[in-house]
Structures are given as C-alpha cells and as structure tokens.
C-alpha cells in the first residue's frame, strides 16, 4: 500500500461520507478567491485551502502530467503544504484507476491512480478525494500527486524544490 497523504487512514469511514459531487460545479477555488482572506477552513478546523497564485507544471521524463494555474494548497496541521490540481489539468492519458483506496480521519475516501507515462508505470501516484466527511473540505475534482513520484516541479516556469508556504 502506498504511504497515505493522510496519517491516521483506515479501511473504513469513522464519520458519515457526503456523496461523490458533480464535477462539473464550481471548484472550491472559486468559492476560496471569494473569501475575505483567500482562505477557506474546513468546519472540522485542521485541513485549510487557498489557492496557489501561480503556475505549476510537473514533469515525468519529457511529459508534463500537470500543468495548472488553478491548483490550490492544502495546508493541514502537522503536515507539510500538499498541491491539488483540478482533475481537468492532469492529463487523463496518463492515469490509470488503481485498486487501492484509503479513508483519512480528517478528509475522507481516497482514491488513486497509477501514472502511466510510456513504459514508467507508478503506482499509486496520484491520489483524489472524491467523497468527504461532512466537516471537511470538498476536494472533489481535484488530483494530487506525490511530490517525490515526478522528476520536476516548477513554479512560474522556476524548478522548485518541495510546494510553497504561500
């Protein structure tokens, strides 16, 4: 199993999970830039977003498997920031549905992907939330990818290291 991007996952749900949500909504960037400081906290008081502010583009080999100027952090208590990318801006070709699935006590129902990209199969690395507690944040529609899974990040077309503080 892959290491969880979330550290107290089980099998099962501890808490009611709201429904799958259709992606075709607004995203919850939208509803993040219409707040007073850029930032939405979910009910449950550990998990917070607000959007990236710049581009990001990843890379595996000589393919880019994301490339957004919508993603949002997440910033979670005792976590480090983690980059959500709206589904729409990773590549589909390279995805492919993995078996696995985790629950995280604070955000919901995992589900993830292996990245297929030519003969490099990885698995399990990219990961989404399509269902979620009730007091969580609704992060359907949105993927994540394991930082350490892709070559290269880049903001604003600058390689970087790990995600930003903001």
Known sequence: MPKSPCPNRSATAQEPIRSRRNIESPPVVDAVMNTPDGRITAPNGVISIEPIGRTVRATLGSETIVDSAHGIRLLEKDHEPVYYFPLADVPSRFLRPSTTHTVCPRKGKADYFDLVVGDTVIPDAVWTYPEHYDDALDL???????????????????????????
Request: hydrophobic share 35%.
């Open 140 to 166: 359907a529609g949105y993927a994540s990818i394991y930082w350490d899974r892709a070559d290269a990040w880049y903001e604003d077309g600058q390689q970087i290291a790990a995600p930003s503080n903001g």
